[in-house]
């Protein structure tokens, strides 16, 4: 999966001044870490078979939508995804800007909102506790649900 090259979105580089050589060491670092928390979540298992099947993106919520439409260009650019060939990509997410959800729906199928408020500043705003999930609490959720554990 981390191994397929990097997808850029021009214009928001170049909004933020930034350059895809610049990224270039912060790209390798999080390759190293989607690497180690694949093997960390699924252990030995292979990937899931998804021909046919729905794909579902879930992010924590949505301010601007950058880094969803991101992560959605780069599922449908995915080799391993492509010759899969799922039956829809769908994105899900529990809170979102109005305006961002119908900006994110050329990038997916479907876009599944389940509260878009018309006060929408932040997407930490709409939790109680925004902090990041640790390893420990992914592998008791995936364990909690039913998925066989990674490696511990």
């Known amino acids: 999966m981390g191994d397929d090259p990097p997808l850029s979105d021009r214009h928001s580089l170049d909004m933020l001044g930034l350059s895809e050589d610049r990224l270039a060491p912060d790209m390798a670092r999080e390759r190293i870490e989607l690497h180690r928390r694949e093997l ?6 292979s990937r899931p ?5 729905a794909v579902i993106l879930i992010d924590d919520g949505l301010a601007t939508g950058a880094t969803a439409r991101a ?3 780069h599922l449908r650019h995915l080799r391993y995804l492509r010759r899969q060939g799922p039956a829809r990509l769908i994105l899900a997410v529990p809170v979102c ?3 961002t959800a119908a900006a994110t729906r050329s990038e997916a199928d479907d876009v599944v909102c389940l509260h878009q408020p018309p006060d929408f500043l932040t997407v930490g705003q709409w939790y109680d506790d925004f902090d990041q999930a640790s390893d420990e609490e992914v592998m008791q959720a995936l ?5 066989p554990a990674g490696r511990r």
């Open 40 to 45: 960390r979540y699924r252990g030995d298992r």
């Open 49 to 53: 078979e998804i021909k046919d099947r």
């Open 71 to 73: 992560a959605l260009r």
């Open 97 to 99: 800007a109005p305006d």
């Open 143 to 147: 364990h909690e649900h039913g998925a």
